[in-house]
């Protein structure tokens, strides 16, 4: 078991390897994530920043994908890509270490190295410097300890499963409402739980609730449950709030502030790109999300089948699916995102691999798992290539077409010429839209930017620039973001019409940005 260990190390190293020569390939090419610059802008402004960086540090989300980010941020921009690469070889680490010790079958180990090998959407999870891997580590993790706790009905694996619901929610703030559809399935297992004769779930809630001891019981091991896995989680929501209270008061400051998070402004780039194209292109049905989902992996075939004997261990499975749904109907103007598919082909693998010693004709089912295994390979490019989100669709055609990615090249142009300003020069720039272009410029500290999370600095600087600051970037009107700041192209028309002594002059322009230079009265 120890060489095994060894050898499954050696693996993960050498997938990591894999993984960030291949980030970088791509980063050669252009290919960029949002959430990738998002993260690096956020880590340059805690490194060479000035003033308060403290709301920076503890109220940017995910956090735990940005702190994973913030370890390699002395390597700039390939920051991301890296701690996503390491995230996807530990999750194949955990995941083949799980399989060692329930089955030791080569087959199996085989079948994991060609999914994080070639799959198109691990791909995607392990080089786009995105928090997806990490969030498939969480998530598996919580699925295994549910599962662990189904066979040996021990608690400490309940407690577990708590911890890394906790982490998975820091990951992405969208899970927490996961636990809405575990509160009626607690209950279930813990019906089942119970000594009785009877293997119905029906009749065993009809008996315990007839019977005073094992109505209290019922209740008193519901409670538990419901205590041990929703208490923790609950806590460090409510503590997390506080946070955002005390130091921005707001209580939803790091999930609807785009300061704080990426998404805010994506998802809405996303309905509003949608609405206005000339072929609009309706959000997926909810009828048929579950239908896609099982398209797209059918491993979860085997899954279902290998759990089928156990009605509530099958609706732990299928906890997921209304998950996701729940997701389509309460976020109804933003598309599905990789991420909630990928987190099927993470519990169709556990449970395959949890389950497979269990299963007296081990040859079909290794043909079984081997073909769909192939199918779920094609699907995986399928599913990548024609996505509803524009930045999947890029990472395909990147990798698959090695195609450059250009839609960062004026950033880069235009974060180029402001390194190469005279140093000290003070530039007011809002990072709500222009992140990306604080993320390609190389020392912040050169040219001191004047930025939002400096919030008496930056409003004095919008009111009055010429006493602040020597230069101003503004969104064009071209510029997709440009509805999302004041400082766009209607900034100076209103800043002139304030202070009409004031002397702008374009220093340098884009298609997407316009550099002001303010020059003393």
Not at 76 to 94: G, N, V
Not at 217 to 233: D, Q, R, S, W
Request: proline residues 3%; contains cysteine; glycine residues 2%.
């Amino acid at each position: 078991m120890r060489n095994q260990s060894k050898y499954l190390l050696l693996i993960a190293l050498l997938l990591a390897i894999y993984y960030v020569v291949l980030g970088i390939y791509l980063n050669g090419l252009g290919y960029f994530s949002q959430e990738g610059l998002f993260y690096v802008e956020k880590s340059k402004i805690i490194a060479d920043g000035f003033g308060d960086r403290l709301k920076v540090m503890g109220l940017t989300s995910p956090i735990l994908p940005f702190y994973a980010s913030f370890i390699f941020s002395k390597i700039d921009i390939l920051a991301p890509i890296i701690a996503s690469a390491m995230c996807t070889a530990l999750l194949f680490y955990i995941m083949a270490s799980t399989l060692i010790k329930r089955a030791n079958d080569i087959f199996y180990i085989f079948i994991l190295l060609i999914i994080f090998i070639f799959h198109p959407g691990i791909l995607y999870a392990a080089c786009s410097g995105k928090s997806i891997a990490m969030v498939l580590i969480f998530f598996f993790l919580f699925f295994l300890n549910l599962i662990k706790f189904y066979r040996s009905n021990t608690t400490f694996h309940v407690s577990i499963a708590s911890i890394c619901l906790v982490l998975l929610i820091f990951c992405d703030y969208k899970f927490i409402w996961l636990t809405l559809f575990f509160i009626p399935l607690v209950l279930a297992i813990t019906i089942q739980s119970l000594n009785l004769g009877e293997q119905e779930s029906i009749f065993r809630l009809f008996i315990s609730f007839n019977n005073p001891s094992l109505r209290r019981k019922l209740i008193n091991k519901t409670f538990a449950l419901y205590i041990i896995l929703f208490v923790l989680p609950l806590a460090c929501v409510i503590c997390y709030k506080l946070l955002n209270l005390t130091h921005s008061n707001d209580l939803n400051y790091s999930t609807e502030s785009p300061y704080a998070t990426w998404t805010v402004l994506s998802d809405k780039l996303s309905f509003d790109q949608l609405s206005t194209s000339s072929i609009y292109q309706l959000p997926e049905s909810s009828i048929l999300i579950s239908a896609r989902i099982l398209i797209f992996c059918p491993l979860i075939f085997i899954a279902i089948y290998l759990f089928r004997e156990s009605t509530y261990q099958l609706l732990t499975l299928l906890t997921p699916f209304a998950f996701v749904e729940f997701l389509h109907i309460k976020y109804e103007k933003v598309f599905l995102a990789h991420e909630y598919y990928l987190i099927f082909l993470i519990l169709s693998l556990l449970c395959i691999l949890y389950k497979a010693q269990t299963v007296k004709n081990h040859l079909v089912l290794k043909l079984m798992v081997g073909a769909l295994t192939l199918v779920q390979l094609y699907t995986g490019f399928i599913y990548l290539q024609n996505s509803s989100i524009r930045e999947e669709r890029n990472f395909a055609t990147v990798l698959f077409d090695r195609t450059p990615d250009t839609r960062q090249d004026q950033n880069r142009d235009l974060a180029n010429y402001l390194n190469h300003l005279p140093e000290g020069s003070h530039v007011l720039i809002d990072d709500a839209t222009a992140y990306p272009v604080v993320a390609f410029i190389n020392d912040i500290s050169f040219q001191k930017l004047t930025l939002p999370y400096q919030e008496g600095a930056f409003l004095s600087a919008i009111e009055a620039p010429d006493k602040y600051d020597d230069y101003i970037l503004l969104a064009t009107e071209k510029n997709e973001v440009t509805g999302f700041t004041q400082l766009n192209n209607r900034y100076v028309p209103i800043i002139k019409r304030n202070n009409s002594s004031l002397k702008l002059r374009r220093v340098y322009e884009t298609d997407n940005w316009i550099l002001y230079k303010i020059f003393d009265n």
